[in-house]
């Protein structure tokens, strides 16, 4: 059973349009990270979302905690190839350290 | 500025043998974690430190698994009599400790293990 589920898990798109990956679970999570991985490397955080409701915008990318918790949102505008990689969705439940990760979707940026 | 640290980046071994992975994480970080990740898959939690204190152990972590962090800084992972299934990319990441709610992790690069 996946506790965080991410969607879509694989979207293929072209230069200019926009887009938006789902991150859902029915637990209430702590904090919620979402993070950007290459071929061969480590996760590279994005961002770190804490408050229910909270909005974070890092440049052409706008991250969204639901209120309640339990969801998250990335949504990309003006999708560019160097976009292109897996992104990562992933979660602390109350008084738990280690994260819990989606299965992740993998974005394709065609130019 | 330094990342987290880990060696080596790939590791290739037959089935059967022993391997250590080593993780440096960013200095004065006090907590250090252990995932595994499968093709296809998000990383999933083995093992965690504070300091140099094991505090949590995931299900996945069979008896031929091993980690430690004699020190509280660097940590090593052994793997004992390697099977298949343990083919996987290796992350460590660390995360500092403030208070105590959950701080951000950093990752490194990961191990890459190929267990023919």
């Known amino acids: 059973t996946q506790l965080l589920e991410q969607s879509p898990q694989f979207l293929s798109i072209q230069e200019g349009e926009n887009l938006t990956v789902y991150c859902n679970s029915s637990?209430?999570?702590?904090?919620l990270q979402w993070y950007r991985q290459e071929p061969g490397e480590g996760p590279v955080l994005l961002v770190t979302?804490?408050?229910?409701?909270e909005v974070k915008k890092l440049k052409r990318l706008t991250f969204q905690f639901g209120d309640a918790r339990k969801d998250s949102s990335l949504h990309i505008t003006a999708a560019q190839p160097g976009d292109t990689g897996l992104y990562l969705c992933?979660?602390?439940?109350?008084?738990?350290?280690?994260?819990?990760f989606g299965q992740g979707t993998r974005l394709t940026i065609n130019p | 500025d330094t990342g987290v640290s880990q060696d080596p980046r790939h590791k290739i071994t037959k089935r059967g043998q022993n391997v250590t992975f080593r993780c440096d994480p960013i200095?004065?970080?006090?907590?250090l974690y252990w995932y595994r990740q499968t093709l296809g898959q998000g990383p999933e939690f083995l093992t965690y430190f504070q300091n140099e204190a094991q505090l949590e152990k995931s299900r996945l972590l069979s008896d031929r698994f091993s980690a430690e962090r004699p020190k509280g800084s660097f940590s090593t992972l052994e793997i004992q009599r390697t099977e298949q299934g343990d083919s996987a990319m290796y992350l460590c990441a660390s995360s500092p400790y403030k208070t105590t709610t959950q701080e951000t992790q950093y990752f490194g690069p990961g191990t890459r293990l190929l267990v023919l």
């Open positions: 200095s004065e970080h006090n907590r």
């Open positions: 637990s209430v999570f702590s904090s």
């Open positions: 979302v804490v408050t229910g409701g």
């Open positions: 992933a979660g602390s439940i109350q008084g738990a350290q280690k994260l819990v």
